[in-house]
């Protein structure tokens, strides 16, 4: 499964958090590539998901096919990748970046606060102990 959010993610997260520099976008966005039509340009079946509720169904085919699968997902760069705990000077790092005025401030807070309140709220569509 390759993840495709056209932005070298990790890096890009790490500079907020670690540094609390803005996103460099010159050196963090990268091109869209259809790196499904690529796996199937040498053999492989490509698969493409943009919505999470096919995401699924495009496990179960990949499982189900008679050769190698490469499953492509376009993700939103503007999620952070959370770890399960913050420490405060990461905290502190990461606000320090909304205010230099990183270029995804007002997706990076909307994005953030969602991640962060579907893992707490009840009822959340994931939490199988209310159903």
Do not use: C
């Not at 500079?15 to 499904?36: C, L, N, W």
């Not at 705990?85 to 953030?112: V, W, Y």
Request: proline share 8%; net charge negative; charged share 25%.
């Amino acid at each position: 499964m390759v993840l495709n959010n056209q932005d070298l993610n990790q890096v890009t997260w790490e500079q907020r958090v670690m540094e609390g520099d803005p996103k460099f976008e010159t050196s963090q966005d990268i091109p869209s590539v259809a790196y499904h039509r690529f796996a199937e340009m040498i053999g492989f079946k490509g698969i493409y998901v943009d919505d999470a509720e096919q995401l699924g169904r495009a496990w179960d085919e990949a499982f189900a096919a008679d050769r190698p699968v490469l499953i492509e997902v376009k993700a939103d760069p503007n999620v952070p990748p959370l770890p399960p705990h913050i420490t405060l000077a990461q905290a502190k790092a990461f606000a320090t970046t909304l205010m230099k005025g990183d270029p995804n401030e007002g997706h990076i807070l909307l994005d953030t606060a969602k991640q962060v309140l579907s893992a707490v709220l009840p009822g959340h569509k994931d939490d199988k102990s209310t159903k």
